[in-house]
């Protein structure tokens, strides 16, 4: 694929002519496309068209716009097997994850299309009978989407979505791991007919000149704590620009010692393995009660290294590569480390080199049981990877204390037969999203996505992302003759 920038209805070329490759991660001597590495002149010229395309398109009814999404959703589902193979060979994930990623972003596009034609906004009453008062919801203008690489699809549809439906204008910026996938987007917005500047694609380099631009109005970041910390400081900067960043996380899969093993198990290797660890949601501590402790272990341990890793385009692969050769060094680095931390290994894992492999990122699992120690990295660090750390624990007040002692506060999940036990986890474990009997990842898009802590800022993506490429306004209007006010003030003059 010889990829494009996609400004004002275009494809072009970057100004700087320089270039990047995305490669398959299962077979990196295939290249699967060209990009241009854009500079800051391409980000002047994408703002500005984003700019010019604003008023037009907020000023259109939130139903016509709507109907921009029919038309996209149609052509995506037409291709959905083409852009899932296209997915799976560009992040590397298996083809069933491939297509759940397809799948979730025509999700979201069918969700933001179904709320055209539904209220928007709210009716309230006011103290004096004679006022009326609304809240109406208002675009906040020029959106700066920056996205990762580990759901290539879903997540950049998620952001531009939402913010296209309410009225504003959207430049994305999608990993440079991913852009294909991310041309294969703009593609499809143009064929559906999106007014030129409304969305808009820049392939590569130039986040923070996005971040950074006078004119973008909110930047919806996912992806690294580090990367979204810097992205907060630089929006602090300005008076007319907010934020909003998912960023990762160390979620936990708690088994008490009431649990149905046999979810109890599934739910684990599909938290840890599914992506080869490499989702926000991924569970990388399982927090497991002392009386479970030892059939979890064995019974886990067994179906681990039963697992099959391999080529993700392979139905009955479970498991493809990591992403790149710098997180093969991190996941390794994190392996030697859990080690030196005192760690009792259970499944050694580490990079793999067989003549099946060698072409790609593989790295085989690594499994071990490390007690609660408020010092360990390994418990505390996102690793982003097939590592996983079982840590026993007493009693359920030892796992919820255990569960929140990390920094980070995205996914949790709890096995436990117990409804008073399910509520307590609920009600005292920091996360965003908490699951019982099932695994730490499977978000839907109708539900609420962002994380607590160093997770998230509080303003959660997919549906509820709406409320954040909003700003709500207050309306009210007279229909008296004279003016009444609220809490008592008087008009005498
Ligand atoms: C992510 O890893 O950033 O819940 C998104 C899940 C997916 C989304 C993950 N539906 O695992």
């Known amino acids: 694929m010889e990829g494009k920038n996609y400004i004002n209805g275009a494809f072009v070329n970057g100004s700087s002519g320089d270039r990047f490759e995305s490669r398959n991660p299962a077979n990196t001597d ?12 391409d980000v002047n010229n994408a703002v500005h068209a984003a700019q010019e395309a604003y008023d037009g398109w907020r000023r259109l009814s939130r139903i016509k716009r709507g109907e921009y999404f029919d038309e996209f959703v149609q052509l995506l589902k037409k291709d959905r097997e083409e852009i899932s193979q296209l997915v799976t060979k560009e992040c590397g994930k298996g083809i069933v994850e491939g297509r759940a990623d397809v799948t979730e972003g025509i999700h979201m596009v069918q969700y933001v299309f179904g709320t055209v034609r539904m209220p928007h906004g709210d009716v309230i009453d006011s103290e004096i009978s004679e006022k009326d008062a609304f809240m109406r919801r208002k675009p906040k203008g020029v959106v700066a989407a920056i996205t990762p690489w580990n759901f290539p699809f879903a997540i950049p549809l998620w952001l531009i979505c939402p913010s296209v439906v309410e ?24 064929k559906a007919g999106f007014p030129p500047g409304v969305i808009n694609v820049l392939h590569g380099g130039c986040g923070d000149f996005l971040v950074k631009h006078p004119d973008t109005h909110m930047v919806l970041f996912v992806g690294s704590n580090d990367v979204g910390s810097e992205i907060k400081k630089i929006v602090a900067g300005f008076h007319n620009k907010m934020c909003a960043c998912e960023m990762g996380g160390k979620n936990a899969l708690i088994v008490l010692d009431d649990a149905n093993l046999d979810i109890a198990v599934n739910a684990a290797i599909i938290s840890a393995f599914k992506t080869s660890g490499q989702r926000c949601t991924s569970a990388s501590r399982f927090i497991v009660h002392e009386k479970v402790l030892s059939e979890f272990e064995k019974r886990f341990v067994e ?44 499944l050694d894992g580490g990079r793999l080199t067989g003549e099946h492999y060698k072409k790609g990122y593989f790295m085989s699992p690594f499994v071990y049981r490390m007690k609660t120690n408020p010092k360990s990295r390994v418990l505390h660090e996102e690793v982003f990877g097939p590592h996983v750390a079982i840590i026993p624990v007493k009693s359920i007040d030892e796992a919820i204390e255990v569960h929140n002692d990390t920094d980070y506060g995205l996914s949790c ?5 117990d409804f008073r036990k399910a509520r307590r986890i609920r009600d005292d474990c920091e996360y965003g999203l908490g699951y019982v009997n099932l695994p730490t990842i499977g978000a839907e898009v109708h539900l609420p996505f962002g994380g607590v802590k160093k997770s998230g800022t509080g303003l959660p993506s997919a549906s509820t992302l709406i409320d954040v490429v909003t700003h709500r306004t207050a309306w009210t209007v007279n229909h008296a003759m004279e003016i009444k006010m609220a809490q008592g003030l008087t008009v005498k003059l």
Do not use: W
């Open 303 to 346: 179906i681990t290294k039963r697992m099959r890793i391999g080529n993700p385009l392979d139905e009955d692969v479970f498991m493809g590569p990591v992403i790149n050769q710098s997180a093969t060094e991190k996941i390794a680095r994190y392996n030697d480390l859990a080690k030196k931390e005192g760690a009792t290994v259970l």
């Open 413 to 417: 999940a709890v096995i436990t037969e």
């Open 30 to 41: 295939e290249v699967l496309g060209t990009f241009p590495l854009s500079s800051e002149t």
């Open 167 to 190: 009225g504003n204008t959207v430049i994305l910026k999608p990993s440079r791991e991913t852009a294909c996938t991310a041309n294969k987007i703009a593609e499809y917005a143009h």
